[in-house]
């Protein structure tokens, strides 16, 4: 089996900061894409950015300059550091990867299950 796990959520006040991590394990025998998601209440799911197994993240343009996503592929972990949240920041967050399970040729979507970001004074 594959997992990812998501940790690092938590309440932080308007202009703060946090880091969110996402581990992968199990019988992987490579990742491609990751990605970070987050659903508001009350609203769909929505890409906050991705990144590559090799280069450089992309990001939607209401996170760009303010959040940095990076990822450590010997560890097998996505991070995603948000500086200058807003209390609009306040969601779940979900991680996502592409991943190509040992001994198979198949590829399969995966999800974490999601962390907390509370973003209020």
């Known amino acids: 089996q594959v997992q990812l796990v998501e940790s690092g959520g938590g309440l932080v006040q308007p202009g ?3 880091r969110l991590s996402c581990a992968a394990s199990g ?35 209401s996170v760009k300059g303010r959040f940095t996503i990076s990822r450590d592929n ?7 550091q948000m500086n200058s949240l807003k209390p609009e920041d306040t969601a779940v967050y979900y991680c996502y990867a592409d991943i190509r399970v040992s ?17 209020s004074s």
């Open 27 to 61: 019988t992987i025998s490579y990742i491609y894409s990751m990605a970070w998601y987050r659903q508001a209440p009350g609203k769909q799911r929505e890409l906050v950015g991705t990144v590559p197994d090799i280069g450089s993240a992309n990001y939607v343009d």
């Open 74 to 80: 010997t560890d097998r972990t996505m991070y995603l």
């Open 103 to 119: 001994g198979t040729l198949r590829r399969d979507d995966y999800w974490g299950q999601g962390t907390q970001v509370t973003v």
């Open 16 to 18: 703060g900061s946090l």
